[in-house]
């Protein structure tokens, strides 16, 4: 059977997908683009209004296949599933399966099933109480060095904007003993970076499915994993990360110097109803701890936009917030309405336009402070993990595609080298592009 699978949302979703990709692999069935597919999964996302309607422009375009396919099917997997539910196949009767987080692990037998029989619809929409795992499916051929690792499921912080907690349940940690067993396996077949996962990893270990190990623990004993030379973590909750962790970054040498820590608005005020349980002064405290820990560190952020209720003077606090924390990086939403959250209720809220203005200074600030820390890296040299080949540009030396420790995309000449995949090599940072950096491998 041939299958295409369309993925939006955070990382949490890409690996889902990726598990799912291999599983169904694993049951004779062959990736194919959209237009040879007979199956198809749509793994959504419904953090924002947009990634939302995404679902629903893609259940278009596969419902143009129906007359070249007839019997196509189409599961719909992840955020958007476990909100609208059952009532896709109203809509949309080729849709034949519904699954939610929870429901991902047993996705590939319902597929299998459905595709036996003609008139079979599953929804695979229950919550457990704990942390369910997935067969180890088995992996293709190394296509990264570089790997995600789960280490809980869903968030229980209620942020008022977020509709996350709704989605994907309650907190619920994933066994230690299987977060390292997946990272041994990982390292034996040639993984070298790994990015520990979840909505708020800081708290692992901190609901019932927790097994004592706590994540300053489980951090380190994933770093002296053999074979694995670069740690990183996402997502991080500024209210909840310890010192303990703080300190890893001056102590192991290989975690990475870099922390993506969402803090989303400058404004104490907005902080406050946003049900963040930080002000500004302790995010920045955090930010100088790490930085004595670590002084290189790259620190990225999110921020929302338009909040309701955000003022001018509270916006032009979250743009003095960008110099003052020093962000080498941020993502910046426009806030969404989504049902059911607090925020919902909350007014004023701010005309479409003037998040717009917001949303566009607040880029053009960060952007140019972007620029001029990539800049400030030109004449230097970065151990660059080797993803791949890169862009050749205009010459016709072979050119690598990979990561410094920061994570920033460093593309690189390397005459006459032998295939560079999944090596370190040190790379002399000659340009500063716009988001990434070229340079040329020494020798
Ligand atoms: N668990 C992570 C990320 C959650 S979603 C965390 O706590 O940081 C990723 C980002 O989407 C959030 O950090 C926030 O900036 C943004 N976001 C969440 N809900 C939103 C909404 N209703 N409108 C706009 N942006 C939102
Ligand atoms: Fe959403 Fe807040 Fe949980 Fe992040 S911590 S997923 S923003 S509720
Ligand atoms: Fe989106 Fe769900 Fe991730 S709402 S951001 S796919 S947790």
Same mark, same amino acid.
């Given at each position: 059977m041939k299958f295409h699978v369309f993925t939006f949302g955070c990382q949490m979703n890409a690996a889902d997908s990726g598990w799912l990709t291999r599983s169904l692999e694993n049951m004779g069935w062959e990736k194919a683009p959209a237009d040879q597919a007979k199956a198809f999964i749509v793994n959504t996302c419904s953090v924002r209004e947009k990634p939302e309607q995404k679902l629903y422009s893609e259940l278009g375009r596969i419902a143009e296949h129906l007359e070249r396919e007839p019997g196509l099917f189409c599961a719909v997997g992840g955020c958007v599933a476990q909100q609208v539910g059952a009532?896709?196949? $109203? %809509?949309? &009767?080729f849709v034949r399966l519904v699954f939610g987080t929870d429901g991902v692990a047993q996705a590939p037998q319902a597929m299998a099933r459905i595709a036996r029989e003609p008139r079979l619809r599953v929804s695979l929409l229950d919550f457990s109480d704990s942390y369910i795992e997935r067969d180890a499916a088995l992996p293709g051929p190394l296509d990264s060095p570089r790997a995600f690792v789960n280490i809980m499921q869903g968030c229980d912080n209620f942020c008022t904007y977020c509709i996350v907690p709704y989605v994907r349940g309650r907190q619920k940690s994933r066994a230690s003993e299987a977060v390292l067993a997946e990272c041994r396996s990982l390292a034996e077949r040639g993984v070298k970076d790994v990015t520990l996962l979840g909505q708020n990893v800081n708290s692992y270990g901190r609901d019932k499915g927790g097994d004592g190990?706590?994540? &300053?623990?489980?951090? %380190?004993?994933?770093?002296?994993?053999d074979g694995i030379e670069r740690v990183r973590f996402t997502t991080s909750h500024p209210k909840d990360i310890a010192p303990e962790v703080v300190a890893a970054f001056g102590e192991l040498e290989n975690i990475c110097p870099t922390l993506h820590l969402p803090v989303q608005s400058g404004s104490d005020d907005v902080l406050r109803r946003m049900g963040r349980n930080y002000t500004v002064e302790k995010y920045l405290g955090i930010v100088d701890a790490l930085r004595r820990a670590r002084p290189d560190i790259s620190l990225t952020t999110d921020f929302i936009v338009g909040f309701p209720g955000e003022t001018e003077e509270d916006f032009k606090a979250t743009l003095e917030l960008i110099p003052r924390a020093g962000f080498e990086g941020s993502f910046s939403f426009i806030y969404s309405d989504r049902p059911g959250v607090a925020a919902a209720k909350m007014e004023p809220k701010i005309p479409a336009e003037?998040?717009?203005? %917001?949303?566009?200074?607040?880029?053009?600030?960060? $952007?140019? %402070?972007?620029?001029?820390?990539l800049q400030g890296l030109v004449s230097s040299v970065a151990p660059v993990l080797v993803e791949g080949p890169g862009k050749r540009r205009d010459s016709d030396a072979p050119a690598w595609r990979g990561r410094d420790a920061h994570g920033r995309t460093v593309n690189f000449l390397a005459p006459a080298s032998p295939d560079l995949f999944g090596r370190i090599v040190n790379v002399r940072v000659t340009e500063a592009k716009k988001h990434s950096l070229w340079g040329e491998i020494l020798p």
């Open positions: 009532k896709l196949w $109203n %809509r949309f &009767p190990t706590s994540f &300053p623990q489980l951090l %380190r004993a994933v770093a002296a994993v003037i998040k717009s203005w %917001r949303l566009d200074e607040l880029q053009a600030l960060q $952007n140019a %402070r972007q620029q001029s820390i």
